[in-house]
């Protein structure tokens, strides 16, 4: 009886063991940025909120990771997670820290399938109520995919009103800003080519944005992020590395700041970019660089009124 009790005992293990190897070779892999100690000294820390938008039908696994990979290396804190309901209705979760923690804010559409023109338009309200009930008055913003184009879109539309906060920062990673369709994916990668002056053909949602860029706020700073497979497709498997960087040419003379990174190899697949370590060091370096303030001094040792105040408008300083 205890020779079979232990047969039983040892099958079960094993077969766990099969099961237990199997889910982990179809889990993502769990990538995680180097050497963090060091990347931590060489970042700034600020008040400023960051949202991250998902992309056509993305969920909270979508930027979920990479927030949770910087909340756990103290690169920033996770603060909020907000989702808004088909009908529009916008919920919140958790609460904006006080101290300088580099917040994130994780957006989710509970319709993650939803047209361009309702993304931004829910964007526009999730942002009205940060600045209205929770005082926020400056944010940065991250998009993928469609939620790239989504927040291009806002930024068009209503970026600078006055309900709104004072967009500082934008990272745009796999943006198909000059697809056909900007959600789903087609048989083959869609793509007009790119050339020095700008795409050989642009599509309706292309042309909409170069009409209506007279409206975009000024003095904001750009990160446009592309993925190349290296396959021949000359693309990250759905969106074309030429449809990604055409935002160059909407954005020339427009936008200052304006940055471009293109991410190659495996790693670079779509769905992937944000599970990639050197996306997430663009995003971090881009976001919150050090920020290097000359500190003088009284003959007490402590420091002056100037120096102090410089260091609050810079967001360097808590006041809790």
Same mark, same amino acid.
């Not at 957006?107 to 829910?122: E, I, P, R």
């Not at 600078?160 to 920062?169: L, R, S, V």
């Not at 920020?291 to 007490?300: E, H, L, N, P, S």
């Given at each position: 009886m205890q020779l079979i009790i232990l047969l039983v005992v040892v099958l079960f293990g094993a077969t766990l063991l099969v099961l237990t190897y199997q889910l982990q070779q179809l889990a993502l892999p769990k990538y995680r940025l180097p050497a963090p100690k060091r990347l931590?000294?060489?970042?700034?820390?600020?008040?400023?909120?960051?949202?991250?938008?998902?992309?056509?039908?993305?969920?909270?696994?979508?930027?979920?990771?990479?927030? *949770?990979?910087?909340?756990r290396q103290g690169i920033a804190q996770k603060a909020l997670v907000i989702r808004v309901s088909s009908a529009g209705r916008v919920s919140v979760r958790g609460k904006l820290p006080t101290a300088v923690a580099n917040p994130?804010?994780?957006?989710?559409?509970?319709?993650?399938? *939803?047209?361009?023109?309702?993304?931004?338009?829910?964007?526009?309200?999730?942002?009205?109520?940060?600045?209205?009930?929770?005082?926020?008055?400056?944010?940065?913003?991250?998009?993928?995919?469609?939620?790239?184009?989504s927040l291009f879109r806002y930024l068009l539309a209503a970026g600078?009103?006055?309900?709104?906060?004072?967009?500082?920062?934008v990272i745009t990673l796999a943006g198909p800003f000059n697809d056909l369709d900007v959600g789903e994916d087609g048989a083959q990668v869609f793509s007009y080519e790119l050339r020095g002056d700008g795409?050989?053909?642009?599509?309706?949602?292309?042309?909409?944005?170069?009409?209506?860029?007279s409206y975009l706020p000024t003095g904001v700073a750009w990160l446009n992020i592309a993925g190349d497979l290296l396959d021949g497709s000359d693309s990250d498997g759905?969106?074309?590395?030429?449809?990604?960087?055409?935002?160059?040419?909407?954005?020339?003379?427009?936008?200052? %700041?304006? %940055?471009?990174?293109?991410?190659?190899?495996?790693?670079?697949?779509?769905?992937?970019?944000?599970?990639?370590?050197?996306?997430?060091?663009?995003?971090?370096?881009?976001?919150?660089p050090v920020?290097?303030?000359?500190?003088?001094?009284?003959?007490?040792g402590r420091i002056d009124h100037a120096t102090y105040q410089r260091l609050l408008r810079s967001d360097l300083v808590s006041l809790t």
């Open positions: 931590r000294q060489s970042l700034g820390f600020t008040r400023t909120p960051t949202i991250f938008i998902h992309g056509f039908h993305g969920n909270r696994f979508s930027f979920g990771r990479m927030l *949770a990979r910087f909340n994130t804010i994780q957006l989710l559409f509970s319709d993650n399938g *939803a047209s361009l023109k309702k993304q931004s338009d829910w964007l526009r309200l999730v942002l009205a109520e940060l600045k209205r009930k929770h005082h926020v008055e400056q944010v940065n913003l991250v998009g993928h995919s469609m939620g790239a184009v600078g009103d006055e309900d709104q906060p004072t967009i500082k920062k795409p050989v053909a642009k599509t309706p949602v292309y042309q909409a944005f170069e009409k209506n860029m759905s969106v074309s590395v030429d449809s990604a960087l055409s935002l160059r040419f909407l954005l020339d003379k427009r936008i200052g %700041r304006y %940055r471009e990174s293109l991410i190659t190899g495996l790693k670079a697949a779509h769905y992937r970019l944000h599970e990639n370590p050197q996306v997430d060091q663009a995003i971090c370096h881009f976001l919150w920020k290097r303030i000359k500190v003088t001094r009284d003959k007490t």
